[in-house]
């Protein structure tokens, strides 16, 4: 097999072949994925019946993407990369620019990210006996009467009742279940 040259077409069938791959996620952030060059010689093949190695085409497209003139297409067509939940937009106050973006590094995002699972697990740790005593004293504690209170308080010892007490999550339904269950009392 001689040394092939390179024409516009198959220039072209490589160059459209590579972007119909990136469109398809194949495409890494350091190159090509191999199926990508797999699909390129493949079409190669379909189109104008010449039978390349990946080396090659790895080489016509490095030297093809660092010309001039498709960096400038791609630069064009080139996605925004910046993720939304790392990226925060707000007005800068005595500014006339207007709006400004605050990026924060990745590593700051996974430092609050463990910030926000170590109070997880500080409250996970607790006791479900624990946790549904506070939340009783917390959202009953200016409305039930002290006797009530020591009621509630001798309930959250049982774990099953304290996890349905947790379960209910406020409102009129863990009302009512409290006050009937305290009259049983």
Do not use: C
């Not at 085409?57 to 400038?72: H, I, T, V």
């Not at 926000?116 to 200016?142: D, P, V």
């Amino acid at each position: 097999m001689g040394k092939l040259k390179w024409s516009d077409s198959t220039t072209q069938t490589l160059l459209k072949t590579l972007y119909e791959q990136a469109l398809q996620g194949e495409k890494a952030e350091n190159g090509f994925k191999q199926k990508a060059w797999i699909a390129a010689r493949v079409a190669l093949k379909d189109s104008h019946d010449i039978e390349l190695e990946t080396t090659p085409l790895k080489s016509k497209w490095s030297n093809e993407a660092g010309s001039k003139k498709y960096r400038e297409v791609e630069d064009e067509e080139k996605e925004d990369e910046v993720e939304d939940d790392i990226v925060e937009t707000k007005q800068w106050e005595g500014s006339r620019r207007g709006i400004r973006r605050e990026q924060k590094s990745a590593g700051m995002a996974i430092a609050q990210a463990l910030d926000r699972i170590g109070t997880t697990a500080q409250s996970i740790q607790q006791s479900k006996t624990e946790l549904a005593i506070e939340k009783l004293q917390a959202e009953y504690g200016s409305t039930l009467s002290a006797e009530d209170m020591v009621k509630g308080l001798r309930l959250m010892e049982s774990e099953v009742k304290a996890s349905v007490f947790i379960a209910l999550q406020g409102g009129v339904a863990r009302d009512i279940w409290l006050a009937e269950t305290l009259n049983q009392m």
